[in-house]
């Protein structure tokens, strides 16, 4: 399949030491499945998911050099659209074929959302691997078959696609015994265009969650670290809260996101983001 020219333009623009340093690997793991399972992995535990940006009001950019300034120079994080959109730079750089689908995410909702989160599916080895280094709840840490109705276990986690009657992918995670949804895979192949627009849609919607809650997830390989309304919890690989403690003010909010997730956010950022869900929770 020929890529399109944003993938050309950013494998000859990857600054690939710089993103080495900033996930914590010494060289570029080579395009087989090995490789992709080190890479997915190691980016995942390194680059928070958040929501600061499109909180405090700042517009979220996509395009390649705003990816690398925020993630890798800035030491922030990002949204599904950022940290998706680096792990396919650094994945076509190191020579795997890549592509963006969009998805409905389910989980924690009555009925499918809107076309909103953006997937990569990977060819290696002639198999098709699922790849979300972005969904910032219970989802994958690292690369899965995509083949329907086989249960994975990763992480502690165990997790299974589910084909639906309109060919789309159902991602589920098996929490305290329950299957649960997390997303809707589409079938079609994502544009650039449709990405833009849908970056475009949860960033500027009034309702979208992404403008109105603290959405801040730290992964680790014993679990995660999340910020949920105003409290600070730590979630085992099997999704149970084992510690919680209450975020009293902005300065308890920077605190964490500085010690606990590792960012360097703006002062200016944090203090508006803080306020923005302060003032939809009064």
């Known amino acids: 399949m020929i890529k399109n020219m944003r993938d050309i333009s950013i494998s000859l623009e990857f600054p690939v030491n710089e993103y080495l340093n900033r ?12 490789g992709l399972n080190a890479l997915v992995k ?6 928070p998911f ?28 990002g949204y599904c659209f950022e940290l998706n959109g680096l792990m396919k730079m650094a994945l076509n750089y190191a020579g795997f074929e890549v592509h963006s689908f969009l998805s409905r995410v389910t989980y924690r909702r009555n009925n499918p959302g809107p076309l909103s989160h953006e997937v990569l599916i990977v060819k290696c080895n002639g198999k098709d ?10 989802g994958l840490t690292v690369p899965m078959k995509l083949v329907a109705d086989k249960i994975y276990e990763q992480a502690g986690a165990r997790f299974l696609l589910s084909l639906q009657p309109d060919d789309t992918l159902l991602l589920q995670r098996e929490i305290a015994g329950v299957w649960v949804g997390l997303y809707l895979i589409s079938k079609e192949l994502a ?14 919607y009034p309702n979208s969650p992404f403008r109105n809650r603290f959405m801040c997830v ?7 670290w999340k910020i949920e309304n105003f409290d600070l919890i ?3 690989s099997r999704h149970e809260i084992v510690q919680s403690s209450s975020l009293n003010n ?17 002062i200016e950022i944090a203090t508006k983001a803080w306020l923005k869900v302060k003032e939809n929770c009064s």
């Open 50 to 77: 958040e929501n600061l940006d499109t909180l405090a009001g700042e517009r979220v950019r996509l395009d390649v050099g705003s990816i690398l300034e925020k993630l890798l120079k800035q030491n922030r994080g």
């Open 191 to 204: 544009t650039p265009l449709d990405i833009e627009m849908s970056n475009y849609f949860v960033s500027t």
């Open 129 to 138: 691997w699922l790849v979300d280094t972005g969904f910032g709840g219970p």
């Open 42 to 47: 190691a980016h995942t535990y390194a680059i």
């Open 250 to 266: 902005h300065q308890d909010f920077e605190e964490a996101i500085n010690s606990v997730f590792g960012l360097t956010v703006p």
């Open 23 to 34: 996930i914590g690997l010494l060289f570029l793991p080579e395009a087989n499945e090995e």
């Open 234 to 236: 730590r979630l085992n």
């Open 218 to 224: 730290k992964t680790d390989e014993n679990g995660m």
